[in-house]
């Protein structure tokens, strides 16, 4: 047998490069097909591949072979048939919830990029639209005033989901949660905590109501979701304070509330308390100006309040915690929303208190 041995000058470069090339495949680690992935999450907001597909711009066909390479490379099913459309399993659930995280982690890289850019232009905010038009929108003005050199670019949401869907685009989000999740770090910053209490127009009430068993007979607007989400998830319960029920017990009134409307959010119950459909239940900040302005009054009068059971709070990229100028807007937010709460409570306290007849 002959033995041909290989030449000196090659035969350390090549075994070199063997053991680098094993070493490098034998750190990368194996990642899920991403196509694959963006297809899932498709799917689970549509509980559609017919959807999906068409969202995607590719055939159902299409569609359904990149979730079977996801299974496969999974290792079980993720979704199940059902009436209602396709629902995740248990575990196309935990993936789901997984995704999110990578998506979050891959807004922080489009984040860091954008920290890096010199002289940009403008901060991309994201809140809630009834905070935006009831409140914010109106005090926009001092900011510009006080900082012609910061631009401010907002971007409105009706929900929390669509804020996640577009928290990577954004600078800064205002935030509706519940307290524990608003502990102030080096990337959030609580703001407020609102009360909250009935609100209806002139034309409605002229005047708060000497007997509140009155309530009971006024047009009442109901808020809250009541239809499950594209996920088949039933919509997130509300805290009691929103709930015409809980009022109805703390004012000892007889009998059931009687909802003349019903709305999904607030910044609609509020538009139509102004247009004096009814009675809304309202949080303070949001109403604080039309309250002042005479174009809202509280038929309870000022001594019935709730707190509510969630706060605002700012949140932003890690990567632009040094910012100066988010920083500067951030501080101008919890600025203005403590004045505002102090107009509130100088308000309440200057009302006069008349006993709650029954």
């Not at 935990?94 to 891959?106: K, N, Q, T």
């Not at 999740?181 to 002139?202: G, I, K, N, W």
């Not at 002042?292 to 509510?308: D, F, I, N, Q, V």
């Amino acid at each position: 047998m002959a033995l041909h041995r290989m030449p000196a000058s090659k035969a350390p470069t090549r075994s070199l490069h063997c053991i680098m090339n094993f070493i490098h495949t034998a750190e990368m680690p194996r990642l899920p097909p991403f196509d694959s992935l963006i297809a899932f999450e498709a799917v689970l907001r549509h509980g559609s591949m017919t959807a999906a597909a068409a969202e995607l711009g590719v055939t159902q066909s299409a569609v359904s072979h990149r979730l079977r390479r996801l299974e496969a490379f999974i290792g079980t099913p993720l979704l199940r048939r059902l009436r209602a459309g396709l629902q995740p399993t248990p575990a196309g659930n935990a993936l789901a919830e997984g995704f999110d995280e990578i998506l979050a982690g891959m807004a922080q890289l489009r984040a860091r990029s954008r920290a890096a850019l010199a002289g940009r232009a403008r901060l991309r905010v994201g809140l809630g639209s009834a905070l935006a038009q009831h409140w914010l929108v109106r005090r926009l003005p001092d900011f510009t005033r006080r900082h012609p050199g910061i631009g401010i670019e907002l971007m409105v949401f009706t929900t929390r989901a669509q804020a996640e869907a577009h928290s990577g685009e954004l600078d800064l989000r205002i935030l509706w949660v519940r307290p524990e999740e608003a502990r102030s770090t080096s990337t959030q910053r609580l703001l407020f905590r609102e009360e909250v209490f009935p609100v209806c127009a002139p034309a409605l009430l002229e005047k708060p109501l000497r007997n509140p068993a009155r309530l009971a007979s006024l047009p009442l607007i109901h808020k809250g979701a009541q239809e499950p989400d594209r996920r088949g998830r039933s919509p997130e319960k509300q805290g009691r304070e929103w709930e015409w029920s809980t009022w109805f017990r703390r004012l000892d009134l007889p009998g059931k509330p009687k909802t003349s409307l019903h709305v999904d959010e607030i910044g609609t119950a509020i538009a139509a308390a102004l247009e004096g459909s009814g009675v809304a239940l309202a949080r303070s900040l949001l109403v604080h100006d039309a309250l002042r302005e005479g174009r809202l009054l509280r038929p309870l009068g000022t001594r019935w309040a709730m707190p509510s059971g969630k706060v605002h709070m700012a949140q932003w990229p890690a990567a632009l915690s040094g910012d100066p100028r988010l920083q500067t807007f951030v501080d101008w937010l919890a600025r203005q929303s403590e004045a505002t709460v102090a107009k509130v409570t100088e308000s309440d306290r200057r009302s006069p208190r008349r006993p709650m007849a029954k």
